[in-house]
């Protein structure tokens, strides 16, 4: 399934993506500058992970948390 390769991985687009969505964020005028929060459970969990390696913009990370009710002032 492409995992010999890294450049053939079927993940490698996935995590550029999400990498490209943080970017994307942060571009956006009503982004603070401050805080930007990637959350995700299961293989969203990964995906948080990822994008949270991946991009210096990002400064918080939630994987695999219940977030019912919860949220980020």
Known sequence: MGNADREQSYYLRMFLLCYQAARYLASLEAWDGKRLVVCGSSQGGAKALATAYLSEKV???????????????
């Open 59 to 73: 400064n918080a990370v939630c994987d695999g948390l219940e977030l019912k009710g919860f949220s980020i002032p």
